[in-house]
């Protein structure tokens, strides 16, 4: 069991670490789509991976048209705060790609606009926030998706 969790323009060194050691806890693979708004050498990458980054099942592509043409066919889920559905709705498989993006913006609007039928929200219940740390984001929708598959 596990998933694929992909990363598109990470910015936040943490962020990065905190989701490489949640994707190790969860049995996933940790997919980074280049540019990064760090190295990933940052220290601050390895010190929230702490000791586990070395363990990590990790992939890396260029730029996102190189992630979408080697991935083509695998089933995706893509995480915004544009989403109509909840990721409580979706029909997750071992091995599915859940796809969040910049922690700035979010997802770009082109892979919104080619990816609605697939785009999913975490509802957020306060006017006064827009979005979820993208470390807690992800492992909301692993962990139900994990929830999902067992039982």
């Known amino acids: 069991m ?8 990470p910015e936040i060194p943490m962020n990065t670490g905190n989701i490489g050691r949640l994707s190790l806890a969860s049995g996933s ?4 789509v280049k540019p990064f708004g760090f190295e990933l050498d ?3 990458v390895k010190r929230a991976g702490l000791d586990y980054w070395k363990h990590i099942s990790l992939k890396i592509y260029e730029n996102v048209e190189e992630f979408f043409e080697l991935n083509r066919d695998k089933k995706m889920a893509f995480f915004s705060s544009h989403g109509d559905k909840e990721y409580l709705d979706i029909d997750y498989t071992d091995e599915m790609f ?13 892979i919104i606009e080619q990816n609605k039928n697939d785009l999913y929200k975490i509802p957020i219940y306060s006017e006064h926030i827009r979005s979820l740390n993208l470390a807690n984001a992800v492992s909301v929708v692993v962990y139900e998706g994990i929830r999902k598959l067992k039982i």
């Open 2 to 9: 596990g998933y694929n969790i992909v990363l598109i323009e």
């Open 29 to 32: 693979t940790l997919h980074l």
């Open 42 to 44: 940052d220290k601050r």
């Open 98 to 110: 859940l796809v969040f993006g910049k922690e700035s913006v979010g997802l770009s609007s082109e």
